[in-house]
């Protein structure tokens, strides 16, 4: 039996801070058929919340009804997870 080995999954944020209300993700080495991507504000309450299948390498999001601030971003795939600090200005 061989194992394969696998990249692990990355997601870079295109763009930080957010000027113009549109999120913008790219993934490489997706295994992963779907994404849950979830905004927390500053006092931990989730202010945003989508799910879909994760079937282009770039997933765009709709978040212009949140006020600018700092936020926590948190992406779910079937194999990953990630937090990174999202600014929206």
């Given at each position: ?62 978040i ?13 795939t079937?194999?990953?997870n ?8």
């Amino acid at each position: 039996m061989t194992l394969v080995s696998q990249k692990p999954e990355k997601m870079t944020l295109l763009a930080n801070p957010i000027k113009d209300g549109v999120l913008k993700l790219s993934f490489t080495n997706v295994q992963s058929e779907n994404i849950n991507v979830v905004v927390i504000n500053s006092i931990g309450k989730k202010v945003y919340t989508a799910e879909r299948s994760l079937n282009k390498q770039t997933q765009i999001f709709d978040i212009s009804s949140l006020a600018s601030g700092i936020y926590f971003l948190r992406v779910n795939t079937d194999r990953s997870n990630f937090v990174k600090k999202l600014i929206i200005q």
